[in-house]
């Protein structure tokens, strides 16, 4: 016999309460991946569960994965396996780029991309902007690995809405960066993968030679036309120069992509990025290195037809949205 949480839909249980009752029956998390497919894991406990203005939130401490943050009935990212998700996002842009010294992270509000982006050397500023103070107060407590991140005396903790913050301020950056929650229908980002947003927003706030990276969700081969490939061709309409590159995350058991994009050129041979590896970053990285880098910008068959073959340009009328419903959608219904 087993207890069930539902994405969406959490039991009463209250944070900090064990996941285990008094007769040994383990309770489980169940993520919906589709109408079809769950996704679930044994749990230790629920450290914190609740909804805020924008998103249904949890941070709860699994059995195989460790402390893992779920946004709108969605994995985001988990204790153990993170570093590929965020190694993934932040260094390939910093690395690409001549000599990087500012970044906007939009989104972020769990910590783990500014700690990646804190490693460079070269580095002035860091402005992480979430929509969510409960997403980053809660993140800030729990996590202990991204302590020292919210604390450095180069990052800028802004809570705003991204888009909203992008538009107001004068400063333009060397990197930005979309450590956004996947587009659910109803959810608070989907207006941030839009063209309208890329061209007139986020590309204006950029320097000449600036990069934008940004996560593009599943990219496996049953799920990469959900967004994946949308994403990337929205970009493409926007940026001279457009990279896509993938890697399995076994917490978020698919795998996923992400899109590098410039007006410059982006490539640099593998050495050179291990050179640069070297050089630019304190401490050591566990996953990314030059070699894995350019095996990962090549995609099988299926992919590559599907992104060159793409004709969707993401807009507020014409979105594509994974499974799942955020917060604002339940309202409306």
């Not at 990212?77 to 906007?104: G, M, N, Q, R």
């Not at 902007?129 to 991204?146: A, G, M, S, W």
């Not at 839009?194 to 950029?206: C, D, G, H, R, V």
């Amino acid at each position: 016999m087993r207890d069930l949480f539902y994405a969406n839909k959490f039991s009463s249980m209250s944070a900090h309460e064990t996941a285990i009752d008094k007769n040994h029956h383990v309770c489980w998390y169940e993520e919906v991946i589709d109408d079809d497919l769950k996704w679930s894991f044994a749990l230790n406990s629920v450290l914190h569960k609740g909804t805020s203005d924008y998103q249904e939130i949890a941070l709860i401490d699994t059995k195989r994965f460790g402390k893992a943050l779920v946004i709108d009935g969605k994995m985001q990212s988990a204790e153990i396996d993170e570093f590929i998700y965020h190694e993934c996002l932040i260094h390939p842009p910093l690395l690409c780029h001549p000599s990087p010294k500012t970044v906007f992270i939009m989104g972020g509000g769990e910590g783990s991309a500014a700690r990646e982006v804190l490693k460079h050397k070269s580095l002035d500023k860091v402005v992480m902007c979430d929509i969510d103070q409960e997403v980053v107060d809660f993140c800030r407590k729990y996590l202990t690995e991204n302590k020292e991140a919210f604390s450095h005396k180069k990052l800028d903790l802004v809570i705003n809405d991204a888009k909203a913050e992008l538009e107001k301020r004068n400063d333009k950056f060397d990197i930005i960066v979309g450590d956004l929650a996947d587009p659910v229908e109803g959810g608070p980002c989907y207006q941030l993968y839009t063209k309208s947003f890329y061209e007139n927003i986020l590309k204006p706030k950029l320097n000449a030679d600036g990069i934008f990276v940004t996560q593009a969700g599943p990219a496996g081969i049953l799920t990469h036309k959900e967004v994946f490939t949308s994403i990337y061709n929205t970009i493409k309409h926007v940026f001279k120069y457009v990279v896509a590159y993938t890697t399995h995350v076994p917490s978020f058991a698919d795998t996923w992509g992400w899109v590098m994009a410039s007006d410059q050129p982006l490539f640099i041979g593998a050495e050179e990025m291990d050179k640069r590896i070297e050089a630019r970053i304190n401490g050591e990285l566990l996953y990314l290195d030059g070699n894995w880098f350019h095996s990962s910008t090549t995609m099988n068959k299926t992919l590559s037809r599907s992104l060159l073959n793409e004709t969707l340009i993401y807009t507020e009328e014409n979105a594509r949205f994974i499974p799942g419903h955020g917060v604002a959608y339940h309202l409306q219904t």
